[in-house]
């Protein structure tokens, strides 16, 4: 079970490779999973956004999560995303992933429409009545249209003991702040974008899409930032930051998301499988722009060009 004692480091999303019909690759995610274990992060995660959960309907679901488990169970500490849009649903999927030994379930609250401040306790206090034995990370993102704080965190605590952490999906610093003044104790993660900020302020951790490029360099800045070098560290972050704006914030402003962006990533380096792909109606990269994100990544961050797994 995912505790508060082993939720920390850095956690990888693991993509969805789709075969040529459109089905999950399951030659191919084995592959990748082991891959990843063998690199030494500290986390898989799947079926969150970069894991097209929007994309899979029940069957593909529970599949996936049998060969997650199968490959990772025992040798590396785990999270399936149960997103839904309806409380049923994310506990039929979390009881699921519990069944089968994943240590942790990570949820966005249901989000098409927005839920008011009993609604997104109700959800919480129901899952984790239904669902005892697991720990329960909060994906806290803007996109479900309720942003949680510290004083909504309080209030959620007091009735849900296997709330563990969260995954805090902004780059806003006063909202961070106050998460770490007004929330109570619970196990905060970043993404590559904010770490150092997140690091120096409590965080534990990070989700880290970067390390489907090069996990050892990604490692090593993590083991920086919980040594407190900051010097080097903080240099990093800002090639990172140099890198996103210049080279990834025109694909998002172009409508190019988690998926999309991720799997971009990962095929443009190679070292793990899969083509960038994704699940209609959403459009992956354009040779165009894969041409020039590679351009622009060998240029501003070539680290992630340096790993051969």
Not at 124 to 134: G, I, N
Request: proline letters at 4%.
């Amino acid at each position: 079970m995912l505790t508060k004692e082993n939720l920390q480091g850095v956690w990888v999303s693991v993509t969805m490779p789709w075969d040529k019909h459109g089905y999950l690759d399951e030659a191919i995610f084995r592959e990748n999973v082991a891959k990843l274990i063998e690199a030494g992060v500290h986390g898989l995660y799947t079926t969150g956004s970069t894991g097209e959960f929007h994309a899979l309907d029940f069957d593909e679901f529970e599949r996936m999560v049998d060969i997650f488990a199968e490959e990772t169970v025992g040798k590396v500490l785990t999270q399936v995303g149960c997103s839904w849009m309806n409380t049923r649903d994310s506990i039929r999927m979390a009881r699921y992933a519990a069944a089968r030994g994943i240590d942790g379930v990570q949820v966005a609250v249901p989000f098409w429409i927005e839920l008011n401040d009993d609604e997104v306790l109700k959800y919480f206090v129901d899952l984790s009545r239904a669902c005892p034995d697991v720990g329960i990370m909060h994906y806290n993102i803007r996109r479900a249209k309720r942003f949680l704080n510290g004083k909504d965190y309080q209030r959620i605590c007091a009735e849900v003991p296997n709330l563990i952490g969260t995954k805090f999906c902004s780059s806003e610093f006063a909202a961070w702040m106050e998460l770490q003044v007004n929330g109570p104790e619970l196990n905060h993660f970043v993404g590559e974008g904010d770490l150092v900020m997140g690091m120096m302020f409590g965080a534990k951790g990070m989700y880290c899409s970067h390390a489907l490029m090069n996990p050892e360099f990604i490692l090593n800045w993590y083991a920086m930032c919980e040594r407190r070098e900051w010097e080097e560290a903080i240099e990093i972050q800002w090639r990172i930051s140099r890198w996103l704006v210049k080279d990834v914030y025109p694909l998002v402003a172009a409508g190019h998301l988690d998926p999309t962006l991720d799997k971009a990533f990962q095929e443009m380096v190679g070292w793990l499988k899969g083509s960038r792909v994704t699940r209609a109606p959403y459009i992956p990269l354009t040779d165009g722009e894969m041409a020039q994100l590679t351009e622009g990544s060998r240029k501003h961050y070539p680290e992630m060009f340096e790993y051969q797994g």
